[in-house]
């Protein structure tokens, strides 16, 4: 396998076929990152390039680290994708029935249009909502709405050209064909958590208006279980003019909705894949789509997605690690759901 460099305009500067290691690590729910370590005669041309790319996959790497550790050096970096993280969402903007596939394309056209647009779902990826948004990440407000409906993006770069492309995308559901379990032979290495500490299933969203005269909404998914309230202070989403109470509550119920997406139960597997399985990885399974994972023993099965896929090339070997499900929370993230 090469790695080729690039430079600013995505031309090839260098293409190394020996290298002591490459992790490239595919992420469903936020750009994916990689590590290129190299022999330290190297090092100029890791100052000089700006990508890494490789032919086998999609994605394109931005150099954003690189150093000299002698006798070698080495290069880190996220996807194209945070190319997103570029930008806030200003000023604000407003969508009506919009689905979270029309949203995003929007966003982009509006904030980055010198990324082309892909060609739309059919049908489109989401449902109909109506929201509005001023000062957020685009990246963060990107990936937050399309991973409420399951779904995910990228961005693209056609060599040739230097094009950029972002599109929305949604893995495949594969949980009655690709199961994983020891037993079946196809993981080397298992691990399991699930935690509901704070899972909250009920929502008081509060709008405009102070005192007595504030409107709220109520989100109930509790279906008769003991109530785990969070309050939500949407008093950022104003009613429009014209804008009856009812769509009014309806942009403020989907809020609510929202919200609670960021609260559920965490269920997590950390797994090694077999690569010599009967189960091939990029075609049986792949980032994003929803797979069975099965522990006999203790009597775990859980349908999760594929969330991460870890490759890593060292000394002539691969191995493939795979996430399934959500992780717990890092603290900024954390802090951010707590704050917002």
């Not at 949604?170 to 379990?181: E, V, W, Y």
């Not at 909250?200 to 309230?229: I, K, L, P, W």
Request: contains cysteine; glycine residues 6%; negative net charge.
């Amino acid at each position: 396998m090469d790695v080729y460099l690039l430079n600013g305009d995505f031309e090839i500067v260098k293409i190394i076929d020996d290298f002591s290691s490459l992790i490239w690590r595919r992420k469903y729910n936020e750009p994916g990152n990689f590590e290129l370590h190299c022999v330290h005669t190297l090092f100029a041309e890791f100052v000089a390039a700006k990508y890494v790319y490789r032919s086998d996959r999609a994605e394109v790497g931005i150099i954003e680290n690189y150093g000299l550790n002698f006798p070698s050096c080495f290069c880190k970096g996220r996807f194209l994708e945070c190319l997103l993280a570029d930008k806030v969402i200003y000023p604000a903007q407003t969508f009506s029935g919009k689905t979270q596939e029309t949203i995003a394309r929007s966003l982009i056209a509006v904030l980055l249009p010198d990324i082309s647009l892909g060609t739309v779902n059919s049908p489109e990826i989401g449902n109909s909502i109506t929201t509005q948004v001023t000062g957020d990440n685009l990246m963060e407000y990107i990936y937050d709405r399309l991973i409420s409906v399951g779904a995910s993006c990228s961005v693209t770069c056609d060599l040739g050209s230097g094009q950029l492309t972002f599109s929305v995308w949604k893995g495949t559901d594969r949980s009655t064909s690709a199961i994983f379990s020891q037993e079946w032979d196809n993981l080397k290495s298992f691990s399991y958590e699930c935690s509901d500490k704070d899972y909250r299933n009920y929502a008081v969203v509060a709008g405009q208006g102070e005192g007595s005269a504030r409107q709220f909404v109520t989100v109930d998914h509790s279906d008769g279980d003991r109530r785990r309230e969070i309050f939500v202070d949407a008093r950022d989403v104003q009613q429009e003019e014209n804008e009856s109470a009812q769509d009014y509550a309806a942009r403020l119920t989907q809020r609510g909705e929202e919200k609670l997406a960021q609260y559920e139960v965490i269920q997590k597997c950390d797994a090694d894949i077999d690569t010599e399985s009967s189960l091939r990885y990029r075609e049986d399974f792949d980032l994003g789509d929803v797979c069975t994972v099965k522990d006999d023993r203790h009597g775990i099965i859980c349908q999760k997605r594929i969330t991460e896929c870890e490759e890593v090339y060292e000394n002539g070997s691969f191995t493939l690690s795979v996430v399934f499900g959500e992780g717990y929370l890092l603290l900024p993230k954390y802090l951010e759901r707590k704050l917002k």
